[in-house]
């Protein structure tokens, strides 16, 4: 009696370490495709929080820049931004050439997540 206990057990065990695996194997097959499909909805997500719940503060243009494509004879780039919030400082890319460093420009960003930002983008 206590021998089939044991063996019950055991094909309990099994049978939940074997699902397990399966399961494993799968989230291991499906990261690159949900890596895939977060990179891409990202951006419209953050812009989306970022038009109704951004915050907006001065930031200033720091020698920290950012290469655009792979020029031959000269390269292409912007310079990034630094701001603090909440006691922290944080970083973005300008994406505008002809801004120097030191230059002053506003950035939105949200209050709960100072690390989602963006430069303002003037409304039309």
Known sequence: ???KTKQMNNK?????????KKRMYL???LSPILYLCFS?????VYNSLLDKYAVVKEATIINEKNIQ???VITQMF?????????GKLYN???????YKIG??????????????????????
Do not use: C, H
Not at 78 to 86: E, G, H, K, L, V
Not at 92 to 98: A, E, F, I, P, Q
Not at 103 to 121: G, T
């Open 92 to 98: 973005g890319d300008s994406k505008k050439r002809g």
């Open 12 to 20: 309990k065990k099994n049978s939940f370490l074997v699902k397990l």
């Open 1 to 3: 009696m206590m021998q």
């Open 78 to 86: 912007t310079y990034s931004y630094a701001f603090s919030a909440n």
């Open 69 to 71: 494509g792979k020029g």
């Open 103 to 124: 230059n002053k420009i506003e950035v939105e960003y949200l209050e709960s997540f100072p690390s989602i930002n963006r430069p303002k983008q003037i409304k039309e």
């Open 40 to 44: 891409i909805f990202k951006w419209p």
């Open 27 to 29: 989230l291991l097959a």
